[in-house]
């Protein structure tokens, strides 16, 4: 049972309504033993520093420290809190308290044996009188195999929170067998002692007809539990990735389905949803870290703002345009330039040659060479045709190009339609 | 057999497929659009959902194109190719398949044309255009997609390591050209118009393209793939 107490005000209490009684947990993050110590000073409102050395003045006080720290550490159960971390219920299985709590087991057996040295010392210290004192090693051995047991208790729980792996439940099972052996081992070193050494057959094989008994009465039933614990472990994961599913579905795809119903006799419109439904759940699916990306950030990379651009065009025209980009490479100011001569080449495009089907946008990267290609199938468009004071391509897609180096052509294609090609030399390799 | 190819062309030829998806309605939307046999020469003469059912009507249908999603329950498009691998290489009657698929990513695509898909088409292609694919797949020339030009050139393109095998792992000057304008969007008669090559010559550098896809064990096309395992 938790010791609770209810004084010692938090200097952050978590939500300032519900003042709930503090009970005092072990830490289960950054502790370097059993987390005692952090607990208490995360209890008591104390830096852990002090409480630490309170525990090791008390250690030189004929091992009492020890002593203590150990009770504590059996008594106390394990939660999550303490000093620095954030104050919150043991129940409460935050996800990213999972994550925290993520902590590598290694320096426990350290501990123990720390344990047993300064119960040694104690024991040692203190003169019980000459009989008592030959129960002393018996007690101390089955003493270290409860704990060995009793912590499983804690990790159990622990296993609330973190997937146990399989090399890591095995560990489990060879601590409690340990843990077992130990108190096996105390309790025949104490009939020895007694001097029934003689009826030590006997009492075995009446033990062992027992531990069977209980064994066949209750494995089966243990056998299921854990079975039971481990499946609706699975089930949780499972729901919980459906969640998630489920909620990206509901954000996007039932709302777009909302908006196009909405707007059914709109065919423009539902086309344009449609299109920017499709882009942004193919990012979802097939793009690893582009899950829930903003738009707001700058693209950093060739293809991405090819796609960025093609993607605003394709909303804002309603034209669908398909884009394939060969090769990657970061953007530099020449091809930021080229990036906004393409996406006036994509504008046009959409405007005047929308109505042929959709347009095609090609970009390459071959060595320092990036060609990007924007063709449409419209009626087509003659450059000597369109008047001087026609900024659009003249300025904007030819001149742009040419003040950075690069180069632009226009020209028809031979089935119908015009395509832009822009080229620019990177700065850099 | 049902073939009435009177050297007329055109209308009068006629190709039957078999379309393998796992969404009835796609194969119901796909059905109305190339289905009417009389103006498209496209007879459907057989649907399936999943794997196995698609093995069994192409057994016992023997069409000559198959229209194949690369998503498919019991294994996907794939495992439909490996256990159609003896009608495929039938020397009489050949079984030939054409990928057709919603899917960006590039591993399933190249995994589909390893597994002897005769061509990839994305789902947004128009009625007359698959149309037109079907009847070059029958012919057992290559369909691509833009998009699948895009990846092939992607594949072939980083070419640091050497070679292993000289004929099958690099791509020359013209049919880089080809795969270039097919990623800008050309048909193949604009290809060959644009590049001064009758259409035969277009057809058959895509065809050589598609070997060398099939064949080549260069292992940065792998690993290239498995660099873009996206899902």
């Known amino acids: 049972m938790p010791a609770a107490t209810t004084r010692a005000p938090s200097s952050h209490a978590p939500d300032p309504e519900e003042p709930a009684p503090r009970k005092l947990y072990r830490s289960a993050d950054g502790r370097m033993l059993g987390g005692v110590a952090r607990g208490l000073a995360g209890h008591l409102g104390l830096p852990v520093v002090w409480v630490r050395f309170v525990f090791l003045g008390l250690f030189f006080a004929e091992g009492l420290g020890a002593l203590l720290y150990a009770v504590f550490w059996i008594v106390v159960p394990l939660g999550v809190g303490g000093v620095g971390g954030v104050d919150r219920s043991l129940f409460e299985t935050a996800p990213d308290g999972r994550r925290r709590l993520r902590k590598p087991d290694a320096g426990q057996v350290f501990a123990l044996l720390a344990l047993l040295v300064g119960a040694v010392i104690f024991v040692g210290n203190v003169d019980m009188g000459s009989s008592a004192d030959r129960y002393v090693w018996p007690a101390l051995l089955i003493g270290a195999g409860s704990v060995l047991v009793w912590r499983q208790a804690d990790n159990a729980r622990r296993a609330q929170w973190i997937e146990v792996g399989r090399r890591r439940r095995v560990l489990h099972l060879a601590r409690g067998l340990a843990g077992v052996a130990l108190v096996g081992l105390g309790l025949a070193a104490f009939m020895v002692v007694r001097g029934s050494a003689a009826q030590l057959g006997t009492a075995l094989t009446a033990a062992i007809a027992v531990l069977t008994g209980i064994a066949l009465l209750a494995g089966p039933y243990l056998v299921r539990m854990t079975q039971d614990l481990s499946e609706e472990r699975l089930m949780r994961i499972r729901a919980q990735e459906r969640a998630e599913v489920a909620a990206h579905v509901h954000d996007s795809v039932l709302h777009t389905l909302t908006l196009i119903q909405r707007n059914a006799d709109d065919g423009g419109e539902v086309r344009r949803l449609a299109r920017a439904q499709e882009r942004e759940l193919r990012n979802w699916l097939y793009n690893p870290e582009g899950t829930g990306k903003e738009e707001a950030e700058e693209p950093s990379s060739l293809a991405e703002a090819v796609k960025r651009a093609a993607a605003e065009v394709e909303d804002k025209h309603g034209v669908p345009l398909e884009v394939v980009v060969v090769g990657d490479c970061p953007l530099d100011e020449k091809l930021t330039a080229q990036m906004q001569a393409a996406r006036e080449a994509m504008v046009n495009a959409a405007k005047y040659g929308g109505e042929g089907g959709a347009v095609q946008v090609f970009a390459e990267v071959e060595g320092r060479t990036v060609f990007v290609s924007v063709r449409d199938r419209g009626p087509g468009f003659d450059l000597d045709a369109v008047p001087g004071d026609r900024m659009g391509v003249r300025e904007s897609i030819i001149g742009r190009m040419q003040r950075n180096g690069g180069t632009a052509r226009l020209r028809p294609v031979p089935g119908g339609g015009t395509e832009v090609e822009l080229e620019m030399e990177r700065a850099s390799q | ?231």
């Open chain 2, 1 to 231: 057999m049902t073939e009435n190819t009177e050297a007329a062309g055109g209308p009068e030829r006629r190709v039957r497929v078999v379309l393998v998806d796992d969404h009835r309605m796609f194969r119901t939307g796909v059905q109305a659009e190339i289905g009417r046999t009389e103006e498209t020469g496209v007879e459907v003469v057989g649907e399936a959902a999943d794997v196995d059912q698609a093995v069994t009507v192409i057994t016992a249908t023997r069409p000559e194109v198959v229209l194949l999603d690369v998503h498919l329950p019991g294994g996907g498009g794939v495992e439909v190719l490996r256990r159609c691998a003896p009608m495929m290489g039938a020397v009489e009657n050949p079984v030939r398949f054409l990928a057709l698929s919603v899917s960006d990513a590039a591993e399933d695509v190249i995994g589909v044309i390893r597994g002897g898909a005769r061509g990839y088409v994305t789902k947004t292609i128009t009625g007359t255009d698959l149309v037109d694919s079907v009847f070059r797949v029958q012919d057992g020339d290559a369909v691509f997609s833009p998009r699948l030009a895009g990846f092939v050139l992607d594949a072939f393109a980083s070419t640091d390591a050497p070679p292993v095998d000289e004929d099958l792992d690099r791509l020359t000057q013209r049919e880089r050209e080809v795969l270039r304008l097919i990623a800008r969007g050309y048909a193949y008669k604009e290809i060959a118009k644009q590049l001064f090559i009758s259409v035969k010559t277009v057809e058959s550098h895509v065809s050589a393209v598609l070997r060398k896809l099939q064949l080549s064990n260069r292992h940065e096309l792998t690993r290239w793939a498995t660099a873009r395992r996206l899902v």
